[in-house]
């Protein structure tokens, strides 16, 4: 029945577009990719480092006043919340405990 809502509309037989690459372009496709694979694994690094170097600054800052430098002020001071000040010193309380431990007792 034409013109039936139920009924798909029927379009003329098209050839699709087809792009087609060359090998030249497909190896610069490569490259770029590998490039910026490579940029994202070394920001990542970058991002890793600057986390473990403030958390040290942190860790030293509680360490000399911790009246002073509560989870709250370093949370408000650096604008992170208090939470992620509590994890990073817990982090940093068990790596300490870990590097107090025998070898023997670290695996077990």
Same mark, same amino acid.
């Given at each position: 029945?034409?013109?039936?809502?139920?009924?798909?509309?029927?379009?003329?037989?098209?050839?699709?577009?087809?792009?087609?690459?060359?090998?030249?372009?497909?190896?610069?496709?490569?490259?770029?990719?590998?490039?910026?694979?490579?940029?994202? %694994?070394?920001?990542?690094? =970058?991002? #890793?480092?600057?986390? &473990? +170097?403030?958390? *040290?600054?942190?860790?030293?800052?509680?360490?000399?006043?911790?009246?002073?430098?509560?989870?709250?002020?370093?949370?408000?001071?650096?604008?992170?919340?208090?939470?992620? %000040?509590?994890?990073?010193? =817990?982090? #940093?309380?068990?790596? &300490? +405990?870990?590097? *107090?431990?025998?070898?023997?007792?670290?695996?077990?």
């Amino acid at each position: 029945m034409e013109g039936d809502w139920m009924s798909a509309p029927t379009a003329p037989a098209q050839e699709p577009d087809q792009v087609t690459y060359s090998q030249a372009d497909l190896r610069l496709k490569v490259a770029q990719a590998k490039k910026l694979h490579r940029a994202s %694994i070394s920001d990542s690094d =970058r991002a #890793s480092q600057r986390r &473990a +170097q403030r958390d *040290e600054l942190i860790v030293q800052l509680r360490a000399e006043d911790p009246a002073t430098w509560t989870y709250a002020r370093l949370g408000n001071e650096l604008g992170c919340s208090p939470e992620l %000040i509590a994890l990073i010193m =817990r982090k #940093s309380a068990e790596s &300490a +405990q870990l590097a *107090e431990k025998p070898e023997d007792q670290q695996t077990a």
